[in-house]
């Protein structure tokens, strides 16, 4: 089989983009060629050095590190690209002065994408928000199950996606219930009727809370008699729970224990009530006529 050589030089030595025509830059087939075998080299070096970090990490710690990974290698290719464009004699000064408008058209159009990506690398790196953490954000509670360069994914107890732009997480109040340990405490307050003897509602809250599933035994479930309400004395139960996420269904399960344990006890949970007096007064009309009459 014989080989043309002449064809494979001319093929390498074409010209894409002949030079004079565009401000002195020029590319040549070998250029391109050299460039992607560049990228390729520089790819399996990346990889390598992502392998070797992140071997020996946890998983939480391993999807932080390879978001922020990802940021770097874009910058990476990026200056590996022009290097080797440069260093094969291609002129990158004309045509990166004639895109210059278009970069600041793109900068201004792409601002709240950066704004993003530099929120998430903030994030990323300050641990303000991991994966598996419970957050709440304007209302809104769930679980981070990813966090990217861009946005963090979050799924809210009633398993509904809610994705958040990370520049959001800078500019809004955001809770964290998890940020110091898994456990966090709760409450469900609960209302009885004036004259109940209130040793024993506080008897019954505590033992309420303790058989409950779901509340931790230690530190052990506390009671509180809050305040003389309007209508009612008002007591809250207060407890530990491990999973932050489930709060509503463990609060719900209390409650209906409370009441049962209410009943069986005569604690009557009162509704409001409001008293009502009516102090008559002579009519306008009776007195007219009493003044007629004189």
């Not at 008002?234 to 729970?241: A, P, Q, R």
């Not at 463990?250 to 006890?265: C, H, P, Y």
């Amino acid at each position: 089989m014989n080989i043309d050589w002449d064809k494979i030089k001319e093929f390498i030595n074409y010209e894409i983009v002949p030079e004079g025509k565009n401000g002195g830059f020029h590319l040549d087939t070998w250029m391109l060629i050299l460039a992607v075998i560049a990228i390729l080299i520089t790819t399996l070096i990346l990889r390598g050095i992502r392998k070797v970090v992140t071997r020996k990490m946890d998983a939480p710690d391993k999807l932080k590190f390879e978001s922020v990974f990802k940021f770097f290698n874009y910058v990476v290719y990026i200056i590996v690209i022009i290097t080797v464009l440069n260093s094969s004699g291609v002129q990158l000064t004309g045509i990166l002065t004639a895109s210059a408008a278009l970069f600041v058209g793109l900068g201004f159009a792409l601002q709240d994408l950066f704004k993003d990506i530099i929120a998430g690398v903030t994030i990323l790196i300050d641990r303000s928000v991991l994966v598996n953490d419970v957050i709440e954000m304007n209302g809104k509670v769930g679980r981070v199950f990813e966090v990217k360069l861009r946005s963090t994914r979050i799924i809210t107890r009633d398993d509904k996606i809610l994705i958040i732009p990370n520049h959001l997480f800078m500019s809004e109040s955001v809770y964290n219930y998890t940020q110091n340990h898994p456990k966090t405490r709760e409450s469900v307050q609960v209302g009885v009727a004036y004259g109940s003897d209130t040793a024993l509602v506080e008897k019954i809250l505590i033992q309420c809370a303790r058989e409950q599933k779901g509340i931790l035994k230690s530190p052990e479930p506390f009671v509180m008699f809050n305040d003389f309400g309007d209508s009612s004395l008002n007591f809250g139960v207060y407890f530990f729970i491990r999973d932050a996420f489930t709060d509503p269904r463990i609060k719900s399960s209390l409650r209906f224990a409370i009441d049962k344990a209410f009943r069986e006890n005569q604690i009557t949970i009162p509704f409001p009530q409001r008293d009502l007096h009516i102090i008559s007064q002579p009519s306008v009309r009776q007195n007219s006529n009493d003044m007629s009459h004189e």
